[in-house]
């Protein structure tokens, strides 16, 4: 894949978030997220699919929106934190902690920001489904990752986030190892099953 590619790829999500924080309707919003990733993951020269995975693929595995796993949630301060990710391809990747959200019947995850440049927040999850046969990516899913487009937008309270599990997402090394992607850390492990989102059927 080319830069420009890599480009339209990012130009593409941004508008689909866009247009998703925009619908009133959750359910369609949702179909649409469905329907144009799918769209990405065939057509696009930049898809993370794998070339003999993108000859079979008829689509993501994603469950039917439940308005159940929206939460509206603010972020509850907490010490300072770094996380550094190595990337490969890109190095090493800091992220800073910035607060906590306690999601009720769900449990707390930590939100980070990326600590370089263009900033972002970053929220992944990794729920009692993962790593089980049927269940989900076993690495965790990401909810926000802002910096690329993937941002649902904030709350009605001031300084809140929207945190849809329906939109909930499987990083790019879930179809191709090529990738080293940030994952999950305890602060961003919850025991509760999350069945909403896409799930996982691959091997990697």
């Not at 925009?22 to 769209?39: I, N, P, T």
């Not at 990337?87 to 800091?94: A, E, L, M, S």
Request: aromatic share 10%; proline share 8%; with cysteine.
């Amino acid at each position: 894949m080319t830069a420009l590619e890599v480009a339209d790829w990012r130009r593409r999500v941004f508008a689909m978030y866009e247009r998703v924080r925009e619908s009133s309707d959750l359910v369609a919003a949702h179909d649409l997220w469905r329907r144009e990733r799918d769209r990405l993951f065939a057509e696009h020269p930049s898809t993370p699919l794998l070339a003999e995975d993108r000859a079979t693929f008829t689509g993501l595995p994603v469950e039917p929106y439940d308005p159940a796993w929206r939460f509206e949630v603010g972020l509850t301060p907490t010490a300072e934190r770094r996380m550094e990710v190595e990337t490969g391809t890109d190095g090493v990747v800091p992220f800073d902690l910035i607060g906590v959200a306690d999601v009720p019947g769900v449990g707390s995850l930590d939100v980070w920001r990326l600590a370089s440049y263009a900033g972002g927040i970053f929220v992944p999850v990794k729920d009692g489904l993962a790593g089980k046969h049927g269940g989900t990516y076993g690495g965790g899913r990401y909810l926000l990752d802002t910096v690329k487009g993937a941002d649902l937008g904030p709350g009605a309270a001031p300084e809140s986030l929207v945190l849809d599990f329906n939109f909930a997402y499987n990083p790019s090394c879930a179809y191709d190892p090529m990738w080293a992607c940030p994952l999950a850390q305890p602060g961003n492990s919850v025991a509760v099953e999350i069945p909403v989102g896409e799930r996982y059927s691959g091997s990697h």
